[in-house]
């Protein structure tokens, strides 16, 4: 049967002239059925976001049309790192196994912006430019999910502990990285009692870092290295529009 996409935003003086600050944000797939389980969901994760109490909140169901495409998900490993330091050495030195040069790694580490963007931010591999023009919007990857049950099949097999946040992220992950144009993903939560983040790619899958920032940072990250942007729109309407559904 037919899917709705539901999608969820939340933030803090949402009326502020630079957008206000991001609280959460959340995507799904749903059947008609279960709709109301699933902007239920979303209306949980809103509320129970340790970024702050939002002053706007925003859930949307918008059927899908267009056909849905099946992926595996990306292989998962994690590194235990010590130290922050330690995480960000890792995740340059990933980064270089996935083709990003040194120089556009450091280029990209110095345009992490200060203020928090929603989306992803997108940076061009041969110049290390910022190429999405979103400010502090930046592209945010829709339609998408992955099917408890499966999930959970999955999770169990490899003994992969069931984590929420680890699951959306392996979505937007597999999604981002089965994109031709994409060379690497780049990650880390905005939420200051998650300091987990990844780098993944098609190649290396999805290596989770076990620090990359210190408890109480609400500085997130999403960094995607794109190639051969020839065409930035149809790449942008691929992340925005194209439903794809993760199954193993
Ligand atoms: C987020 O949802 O805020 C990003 C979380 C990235 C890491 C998830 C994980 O693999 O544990």
């Given at each position: 049967s037919r899917l709705y996409s539901v999608r969820m935003r939340a933030s803090e003086n949402e009326s502020h002239e630079n957008g206000g600050k991001h609280i959460s944000g959340g995507e799904l797939l749903s059947t008609y059925s279960d709709l109301r389980i699933s902007v239920n969901t979303l209306l949980e994760k809103a509320l129970n976001?340790?970024?702050?109490?939002?002053?706007?909140?925003?859930?949307?169901c918008e059927i899908v049309n267009q056909p849905i495409k099946i992926v595996n998900p990306l292989t998962v490993h994690t590194n235990e790192v010590t130290t922050?330091?330690?995480?960000?050495?890792l995740v340059r030195n990933l980064l270089e196994k996935t083709g990003v040069p040194k120089a556009i790694i450091e280029k990209a580490y110095q345009q992490i912006p200060e203020y928090s963007v929603r989306g992803a931010i997108l940076i061009d591999i041969h110049t290390g430019e910022r190429v999405d023009q979103r400010l502090d919007k930046g592209v945010r990857v829709s339609k998408m999910d992955w099917q408890t049950r499966n999930f959970k099949k999955w999770a169990t097999s490899k003994a992969v502990p069931y984590n929420p946040r680890l699951k959306e992220a392996l979505i937007l992950a597999t999604k981002v990285c089965n994109h031709k144009s994409t060379i690497a993903e780049l990650c880390w939560s905005d939420d200051p009692d998650y300091i987990t983040g990844y780098v993944a790619s098609k190649n290396i899958g999805y290596q989770r870092i076990t620090q990359l920032k210190h408890y109480g940072n609400e500085s997130g990250c999403r960094i995607f290295f794109v190639d051969t942007l020839s065409d930035l729109h149809?790449?942008?309407s691929y992340l925005e529009e194209q439903p794809i559904l993760v199954q193993w």
């Open positions: 976001h340790s970024r702050g109490k939002p002053d706007f909140l925003q859930i949307q922050v330091e330690e995480g960000h050495e149809t790449y942008i």
